[in-house]
């Protein structure tokens, strides 16, 4: 879907890009579609944003944040220098661009319009989420030739009435429920719209968790999880899947040897998974390669947040370091692109009950999602899993939240940066920077904002600079303030 053909170019017409005269001419070639339809923006923005949000933001900077992944020699992300990540920050806006330029083609219609609300809504949930306050209700006016959007509050972003996220998805929702328009290009339902009302059903339920700190109602949650309309099976998960022949496989399948070697099994993960004494860890991980040569396969982890120096002083053997999985590495359909699992719903139910937001059974949901996230692997649960003293749940608030949310981090392995964003929400796992870490023994909460925001959107910048506390991978945002 990177390919570089003459939709792309009809795309930088539409968005105002300079053409030449010559295009008209190339358009007329009997092979190529005469004008856009949105069914292949649509098919673009979930294609891109699913391999951006699994592999390039997913697998290659956020395992290190969550400590899935622990860096030998380069990722400087693995001791928390973050930087602005200004590629995603810019290849948001170019999606949210291609979702607003989707109103204008012939064939677009309300359940286009509801679709690509929702695909907005997690976009824009993905900028506030990395970088606090971030142009919202202006953010796509430069199609209008406006170029200096101002920043909406993240609290404004959400909540806002009929234009924050939490209403749109509503609206849009209950628009899918009602019409009689139908999609095309939909690689991740099948143009199936009760899917989509499901999606912005479970969207809803996430961000209102996120934002769970400044709640005092939780009705909405209570009608969300009553509704019967959320994600209710793997087969609902919000998934984009790779293909076993380019260019659409999983990246990782066909990169150097060298950056496969670069991420490695984290100490975390290891303690966690042994302590469950979880089969999903040879699904996930493989047995080093030392232990496997010496006929006794074994799994070990290694420290995040060291630099090469440390791991030579301290005589570690990297062949004796778990690498990644088979369905990451020797497979290039083994994982999918990922936006919300059927796990995630379930644990979301699960913490939201446990801590008294809404009525149910905790342990029903927690059992679910780790079914479910199993079953997602094809593996099954031991007979015995739940019985374990280290996963059973007692009744005990405190102990039961370290569970479920100690299961949800792991569900949430290569989503983006979705188990980073639980993980400053509630502190759970207690993640702990590494020896050699750049942050002064601190965990990060966000990434800088671009540096071409300060060049060109200088003034708006400044402000929100002003409003969250300096632009330091320190600042919490709204969400996530004490």
């Known amino acids: 879907m990177k390919n570089i053909n003459l939709f792309v170019l ?19 070639n009997p092979n190529s579609p005469p004008e856009v339809d949105p069914q292949y923006l649509l098919t673009n923005v979930l294609t891109v944003e699913a391999d951006a949000n699994t592999y390039d933001q997913g697998f290659l900077l956020a395992n290190y944040l969550e400590q899935f992944s622990a860096s030998v020699e380069f990722e400087r992300i693995d001791r928390y220098e973050l930087g602005s990540n200004s590629e995603y920050w810019d290849l948001i806006f170019r999606l949210l661009t291609d979702l607003k330029s989707m109103e204008n083609l012939p064939g677009y219609n309300e359940a286009y319009g509801a679709v690509g609300d929702i695909m907005k809504s997690f976009l824009f949930s993905q900028l506030t989420d990395m970088w606090g306050d971030v142009p919202y209700t202006e953010a796509l006016d430069a199609l209008d030739g406006q170029f200096t959007p101002k920043y909406d509050t993240q609290e404004s972003i959400y909540t806002a009435p009929e234009t924050g996220i939490l209403d749109v998805l509503q609206h849009s929702a209950e628009t899918l429920q009602n019409t009689n328009e139908s999609i095309q290009g939909d690689v991740m339902f099948q143009n199936d719209l009760s899917k989509w009302v499901r999606f912005a059903n479970s969207l809803r339920l996430r961000y209102l968790l996120r934002i769970s700190k400044r709640l005092t109602d939780f009705s909405e949650m209570q009608a969300l999880a009553d509704s019967g309309m959320l994600i209710e099976s793997n087969d609902q998960s919000a998934v984009v899947p790779y293909l076993s022949a380019a260019p659409n496989q999983f990246p990782f399948f066909t990169a150097a040897l060298g950056a496969y070697g670069e991420h490695r099994m984290t100490k975390t993960v290891d303690s966690v998974l042994k302590l469950w004494n979880d089969p999903r860890i040879s699904i996930i991980y493989k047995p080093t390669q030392m232990s496997v040569t010496n006929a006794n396969p074994e799994f070990k982890g290694l420290l995040n947040g060291q630099n090469r120096e440390t791991i030579s002083e301290n005589d570690i053997n990297l062949n004796d370091i778990s ?11 083994g994982v999918n692109g990922q936006y919300m699992q059927y796990a995630e719903v379930q644990f979301a139910l699960a913490e939201a009950t446990a801590r008294g937001y809404i009525t149910g059974n905790a342990q029903t949901y927690y059992q679910n999602g780790i079914t479910a996230n199993f079953n997602y692997y094809g593996a099954e649960a031991p007979a015995d899993y739940f019985d374990q003293k280290a996963v059973a749940l007692t009744g005990d608030q405190e102990s039961d939240l370290v569970k479920i949310l100690t299961q949800k981090w792991l569900s949430l392995i290569t989503n983006g940066h979705e188990a980073w964003f639980n993980i400053r929400r509630t502190g759970i796992p207690n993640l702990k920077p590494g020896p050699d870490n750049l942050n002064d023994g601190r965990y990060p909460v966000r990434y800088l904002y671009p540096e071409s925001e300060q060049a060109t959107n200088s003034a708006n910048y400044q402000e929100a600079v002003e409003r969250m506390g300096g632009d330091d991978i320190n600042s919490k945002v709204w969400w996530d303030e004490e």
């Open 323 to 333: 690498l990644f999985g088979s369905i990451y590495r020797d497979q290039p359909d």
């Open 10 to 28: 009809s795309l930088l017409c539409l968005t105002g890009v300079s053409c030449t005269n010559d295009f008209n001419e190339l358009n007329e």
